[in-house]
């Protein structure tokens, strides 16, 4: 079983950084596959950014040059580093974990979730 808890949400002003913490318990996430998801009122919840095992990364287009996903695995946490924030950047953001290490694009591939946590930019 994993925990996931996110902090680091809130308000702030377009053209404005925030960064999103991720703290997993109950195993260490070294071998698997970690995500950020995000859903805006009235919309599907969407992959933004995913590290794969190995490594490799991804980032849906429209975030792409402005985040930045990482891992610390003594920390057993990963980060989501959000900068030039848009209004249409507003969101609850959540973490998932595919223990798999496989992961993707797609909520089902993701085993557990975090509660989210809400960002909010203002224009």
């Known amino acids: 079983q994993v925990q996931l808890v996110e902090s680091g949400g809130g308000l702030v002003q377009a053209g404005n950084s925030l960064r999103l913490s991720c703290a997993a318990s109950?195993?260490?996430?070294?071998?698997?596959?970690m995500a950020w998801f995000r859903q805006a009122p009235g919309k599907e919840r969407e992959a933004v950014a995913a590290?794969?095992?190995?490594?490799?990364?991804y980032y849906v287009d429209s975030v792409k040059g402005r985040f930045t996903i990482s891992g610390d695995n003594a920390k057993n946490t990963v980060y989501l580093q959000m900068n030039s924030l848009k209004p249409e950047d507003t969101a609850v953001y959540y973490c998932?974990?595919?223990?798999?290490?496989?992961?993707?694009?797609?909520?089902?591939?993701?085993?557990?979730w975090g509660q989210g946590t809400q960002v909010t930019v203002s224009s």
């Open positions: 998932a974990v595919d223990r798999h290490g496989i992961g993707g694009r797609a909520t089902y591939q993701y085993e557990y």
């Open positions: 590290i794969w095992s190995g490594g490799s990364t």
């Open positions: 109950g195993r260490t996430l070294s071998s698997y596959a």
